[in-house]
């Protein structure tokens, strides 16, 4: 009897050695997740709900190549709110480190020393209604996991 419970012990840590872990950027589910969460992200942005643009934030929070607080962050949406409301989102991409930093290294760098969170990017397609040529704009966001949620850590356009 022991030893079938040395075996059954045996090969229930063999397997759970096997169990490991997808990175994000493998994991389906969890890219979704980021999307989904820069979606909704952004739809506060655009209806000015600036209470949960800064609870669904990490601060210090990179902003258009400088480095602000809430307050900061709040006051340029605040003061970009026009422009804001006449953007459609058209599609979100998700992109890790190695993806942005191929077209956009110095910004990788910055991000690096100015210790900002930069693992994951979701880079939004907008197009301005304003605009009668409809050309497409993007932004780009820096996304940081904190506690198991997705958060904005900045945005660069």
């Given at each position: 009897m022991k030893i079938k419970n040395l075996a059954l012990a045996a090969l229930l840590i063999g397997l759970s050695a096997c169990v490991k872990s997808?990175?994000?950027?493998d994991d389906l589910s969890q890219k979704q997740a980021a999307i989904a969460a820069t979606r909704t992200y952004v739809e506060a942005i655009e209806s000015q709900n600036l209470d949960f643009?800064?609870?669904?934030?990490?601060?210090?929070?990179?902003?258009?190549?400088?480095?602000?607080d809430a307050d900061g962050l709040k006051k340029m949406l605040a003061?970009?709110?026009?422009?804001?409301?006449?953007?459609e989102l058209k599609q979100l991409r998700f992109y890790t480190t190695a993806d942005i930093a191929i077209f956009a290294p110095r910004m990788i760098e910055k991000l690096s020393e100015a210790q900002i969170a930069h693992e994951y990017f979701v880079v939004a397609q907008f197009s301005d209604r304003s605009d009668k040529g409809r050309r497409l704009q993007s932004v780009l966001f820096m996304l940081q996991r904190v506690d198991g949620h997705w958060k904005i850590a900045g945005l660069e356009d």
């Open positions: 997808v990175p994000i950027e643009v800064v609870e669904h934030s990490v601060f210090p929070y990179w902003l258009d190549r400088e480095i602000v003061e970009e709110a026009e422009d804001l409301a006449n953007w």
